[in-house]
């Protein structure tokens, strides 16, 4: 285990920095006052102080972090208004993130997952630049007796053309789309000599082992693939293909992730599958002994996470306070303090049960349970 420590560490100090710095760049933008930036959680292990005052720090807890605004009584940015008011001159009111307009504070506040976004998009653009991307057409070579291939009607030679209306660019796409298709029924269009065929294959639950060797339950349908012509077509891209590329992929990773947990909300999916902390050092680690490019990948990956889970609408997530602004907006007034407190009790207890069953999924794959 404790060779997946370090890409661990190199991964989550890279997504957590890009995330709060994201809050750090509109904060100076609109003349908030920072007091803290940290890497972790709890006591610090080291840092320094910078020209206007904020301390730059690493904590030992290396599980998230956070920027601390002038004038805010913790980390969560509450403060109190009339308090604040009272305790501080004109002069240091403006470096107050509570008494700044709204849309400052929403975008202070979006800034942490917008460059989240942004990472997973650069890291996709540089992939498709100095890389390249697969583009090689799939054909199906085999199609297993009895599997919902064959029973939908699939056969061989059936060139793929779209899976669930995403069009199938590359022969890696398939197991892609297959994998995060969350219907009964997948959709698939293929072409067969030469004309457009429509199926709808009812897929297998399927637990195996991904290329990483980590028990997985994937949805099967039981075909093998091969190049179209067995033409491997693998390029380079220019910028701006690269960029729509990039961006496609950001797209589709984050629509994916919202769509599967809907299934787990209503109970459809497979919330085994859902990992913490210990399997992201697990599969980071793995993924390293691969290379530089499938590790960027991942990271791009979890960066897409970090910013789409800190969007949900929940108290003491950034998603939370957006939801607080909001209502803000349509009352004309923050909420109170007091009001404000309950619910961040309540977003707290929501995130504690969700590590807490993560772990449990963790534990659960290392089979501790």
């Known amino acids: 285990m404790f060779e997946f420590v370090l890409p661990f560490m190199i991964l989550i100090i890279v997504v957590v920095f890009v995330h709060e710095y994201g809050h750090y760049y509109f904060a100076r933008r609109y003349g908030v ?74 975008l202070i506040v979006f800034g942490g997952p917008l460059a989240n976004f942004i ?41 793929i053309v779209s899976i669930d209306k995403n069009e199938v660019k590359s022969i890696l796409d398939v197991s892609k789309f297959i994998t995060l298709s969350t219907s009964e029924f997948i959709d698939f269009k293929v072409l067969r000599y030469d004309q457009e065929i429509s199926f709808k294959v009812k897929p297998d639950f399927v637990e195996s082992e991904d290329s990483l060797g980590n028990k997985v339950k994937k949805r099967m349908i039981g075909i093998t693939l091969l190049p ?72 791009a990956y979890i960066s897409i996470s970090l910013g789409l889970i800190n969007l949900f609408p929940i108290p003491l997530l950034d998603g939370g306070h957006l939801m607080f602004y909001g209502i803000e907006k349509i009352l004309g007034r923050p909420l109170t303090q007091k009001t404000q407190e309950g619910f961040f009790r309540i977003g707290m207890f929501l995130l504690l049960s969700l590590m807490f069953f993560a772990t449990y999924n963790d534990l659960k794959d290392l089979g501790l349970f």
């Open 33 to 106: 006052g920072v007091t803290d930036f940290s890497i972790g959680f709890g006591k610090e292990l080291f840092g320094w102080n910078d020209k206007s005052g904020t301390r730059w720090k690493v904590c030992w807890i290396p599980l998230g972090g956070y920027v601390k605004f002038f004038g805010d009584r913790d980390v969560f940015s509450q403060a109190d208004r009339d308090e604040i008011l009272k305790k501080y001159d004109k002069k240091d009111r403006e470096k107050l993130f509570t008494l700044k307009p709204l849309y400052q504070r929403s």
């Open 119 to 159: 990472l997973a998009v650069i890291i996709f653009l540089m992939i498709n630049i100095f890389v390249g991307k697969d583009f090689t057409p799939a054909m199906i070579d085999e199609v297993n007796k009895d599997s919902p291939a064959y029973i939908a009607g699939l056969k061989k030679n059936d060139v």
């Open 228 to 299: 179209y012509n067995n033409n491997i077509n693998h390029k380079k891209l220019g910028p701006l293909k690269a960029m729509y590329y990039s961006i496609t992929e950001v797209y589709f990773v984050t629509t994916s992730t919202l769509k599967y947990l809907g299934t787990i909300i209503t109970g459809k999916g497979d919330s085994s599958q859902l990992g913490g902390p210990i399997r992201i050092a697990k599969i980071s680690g793995q993924v390293a002994e691969f290379g530089i490019v499938p590790f960027l990948s991942m990271m």
